[in-house]
T-cell receptor
């Protein structure tokens, strides 16, 4: 069964304490892997699309990487405004599979 | 600015009532989607459409209906047959690649929170 698993479910970091969020997947025929940021009561905001193993993309304090079985979202020196839920999704064919997200809290 | 709009932001439904959620996009995207988000669960697909006047059921279509009369608009009706409609509803859109058959990155609207009274 195709599946996307995100870990940890929740993460608390001190401001400036770098860490990584994990998204592992078991779909076959991956077309793309997507990262989104979602604030409470709002729609997911697009961050990155990764298409092939070895690909990396960066945006400000965020860096997304992709292997054949998982993706990491690295957060460098996070700030309180980075607090949000980070969602991962994978595409196989025209099917999109979403993880349940990692809730990140950055403490000043 | 290009984007996706959803209205209303909050919606309250009485028992036995049908309600319609609006979704409009000006990104010129061909594909549009409706998802339902519940606490602790991943987004679940209700319906999607890749072309005007055509749409397909997703994983949880029972109790919902859609129409796609214009490329820009994809309204979702939550019918009285949907027994547990309280949730956060998200509309998304994407371009189609590979000759119009394969979707690419989905972009989401701000969401509508539906509550049953």
């Amino acid at each position: 069964e195709d599946q996307v698993t995100q870990s940890p479910e929740a993460l608390r970091l001190q401001e400036g304490e770098s860490s990584s969020l994990n998204c592992s997947y078991t779909v076959s025929g991956l077309r793309g892997l997507f990262w989104y940021r979602q604030d409470p009561g709002k729609g997911p905001e697009f961050l990155f699309t990764l298409y092939s193993a070895g690909e990396e993309k960066e945006k400000e304090r965020l860096k997304a990487t992709l292997t054949k079985k998982e993706s990491f979202l690295h957060i460098t020196a996070p700030k309180p405004e980075d607090s949000a839920t980070y969602l991962c999704a994978v595409q196989a064919g025209n099917q999109f599979y979403f993880g349940t997200g990692t809730s990140l809290t950055v403490i000043p | 600015d290009g984007g996706i709009t959803q209205s209303p932001k909050y919606l309250f439904r009485k028992e036995g009532q049908n309600v319609t959620l609006s979704c409009e996009q000006n990104l010129n995207h061909d594909a549009m989607y409706w998802y339902r988000q519940d606490p602790g669960q991943g987004l679940r697909l209700i319906y999607y459409s890749q072309i005007v006047n055509d749409f397909q059921k997703g994983d949880i279509a029972e109790g919902y209906s859609v129409s796609r009369e214009k490329k820009e608009s994809f309204p979702l009706t939550v019918t009285s047959a949907q027994k547990n409609p309280t949730a956060f509803y998200l509309c998304a859109s994407s371009i189609l690649q590979a000759g119009g058959y394969v979707a690419d990155t989905q972009y989401f609207g701000p969401g509508t929170r539906l509550t049953v009274l």
